[in-house]
């Protein structure tokens, strides 16, 4: 898997606020991948960030996380859905605008292949 991608979604991850998430799409629109290799890249690499703010469309984890996540989300005060096995989106969602800024920001010392100068 390609390493500036990897580093794109976890550093996406990192700028939803406390007590907030995001779902796998819209990591995915930040960072231009599909929302499935974004759950895959969690998975994977995700331990070291907040993975309990990265959420499935309808607020959830994969059940193996839930527990974990719950006492996450009650420390930040994450609004929870009425089934308490997720985040209520409706009032936790993070705003887009202020992540897609937070994300830029974050990750201005990125660079693609593409946008690095030629050596002429």
Same mark, same amino acid.
């Given at each position: 898997?390609?390493?500036?991608?990897?580093?794109?979604?976890?550093?996406?991850?990192?700028?939803?606020?406390?007590?907030?998430?995001?779902?796998?799409?819209?990591?995915?629109?930040?960072?231009?991948?599909?929302?499935?290799?974004?759950?895959?890249?969690?998975? +994977?690499?995700?331990?070291?960030?907040?993975?309990? &703010?990265?959420?499935?469309? $309808?607020?959830? /984890?994969? @059940? !193996?996380?839930? *527990?974990?996540?719950?006492?996450?989300?009650?420390?930040?005060?994450?609004?929870?859905? +009425?089934a308490r096995d997720g985040a209520?989106?409706? &009032?936790?969602?993070?705003? $887009?605008?202020? /992540?897609? @800024? !937070?994300?830029? *920001?974050?990750?201005?010392?990125?660079?693609?292949?593409?946008?690095l100068p030629s050596e002429s």
């Amino acid at each position: 898997m390609d390493d500036l991608l990897v580093e794109k979604v976890l550093r996406a991850a990192e700028c939803i606020p406390a007590g907030r998430v995001a779902n796998y799409g819209m990591l995915a629109e930040l960072v231009g991948t599909p929302a499935r290799l974004v759950g895959r890249v969690m998975s +994977t690499w995700g331990a070291n960030v907040p993975w309990w &703010r990265v959420t499935n469309s $309808a607020g959830r /984890l994969p @059940a !193996a996380l839930t *527990e974990r996540a719950l006492s996450e989300w009650a420390a930040e005060g994450t609004p929870l859905n +009425t089934a308490r096995d997720g985040a209520a989106l409706s &009032r936790a969602r993070a705003d $887009a605008v202020a /992540l897609a @800024a !937070a994300w830029e *920001e974050a990750c201005a010392d990125l660079h693609d292949d593409a946008e690095l100068p030629s050596e002429s």
